[in-house]
């Protein structure tokens, strides 16, 4: 079973700053990786798919990296809209998230 | 565009079923697979299953001896049975569809998600 592992748990940044969120996977998931931004009340929105592919009608200022067990995303701008809670996900196997992170405002 | 809507009933006994619905619109269940995935109040996403419209599926290993996820492609909607529930399946259950064509992906369309209670 792959374990997925968020840091940090919150992270806080004020807004036009940069964020960096991290995630790392137990074993090798290679690109088979997403991350997804999920708002109070609403259902979680994908942000990038395949690791570093944004999905559709995704900013630009939201970017992601990494490949095999370390990924990072970035967000390079933060606008108020961006302060939420951020899950990643494998799905190299049956899939599994992160336990997530807080991006609030400092 | 494609939406996604859950409905069911909102408290369920322990030890009972847990039934739910997710329909389908904006187009079709045909050639996609789909997943539920749940949300325990304050906690984090744990995928449930998937069902590939013709028929085929695959359960969480924690889950599976419980689990049942069905389609019916007349009605363009899919359906969860979780067995013997106690108060531990306690969470918002959302329907997904996968992104890319794969039993194994993303998730690009999301079920706003309905709350399901275990409680006598």
């Known amino acids: 079973e792959i374990v997925m592992t968020q840091s940090p748990a919150t992270l806080s940044v004020s807004p036009g700053e940069r964020a960096t969120l991290s995630c790392r996977a137990s074993?090798?998931?290679?690109?088979?990786f997403a991350w997804y931004q999920q708002k109070p009340g609403q259902a979680p929105r994908l942000l990038i798919y395949g690791a570093s592919t944004r999905a559709t009608g995704i900013p630009a200022r939201f970017s992601g990296s990494g490949s095999g067990t370390e990924f990072t995303l970035t967000i390079s701008s933060l606008q108020s809209e961006d302060f939420a809670v951020y899950y990643c996900?494998?799905?190299?196997?049956?899939?599994?998230f992160g336990q997530g992170t807080k991006l609030e405002i400092k | 565009q494609v939406q996604l809507q859950e409905s069911g009933p909102g408290l369920v006994k322990p030890s009972e079923t847990l039934s739910l619905t997710c329909a389908v619109s904006?187009?079709?269940?045909?050639?996609?697979?789909w997943s539920w995935i749940r949300q325990p109040p304050g906690k984090g996403l744990e995928w449930i299953g998937y069902?590939?419209?013709?028929?085929?599926?695959n359960y969480n290993p924690s889950l599976k001896s419980r689990v049942t996820i069905s389609v019916d492609t007349s009605k363009n909607q899919l359906s969860l049975k979780l067995r013997s529930v106690t108060a531990a399946d306690t969470a918002v259950y959302h329907c997904a569809r996968h992104h890319d064509y794969g039993a194994y992906d993303a998730f690009d369309v999301w079920g706003q998600g309905t709350m399901v209670t275990v409680s006598s």
């Open positions: 904006g187009g079709s269940i045909s050639g996609n697979y």
């Open positions: 069902i590939y419209y013709s028929g085929s599926t």
């Open positions: 074993q090798s998931v290679s690109s088979d």
């Open positions: 996900q494998q799905y190299n196997n049956w899939p599994r």
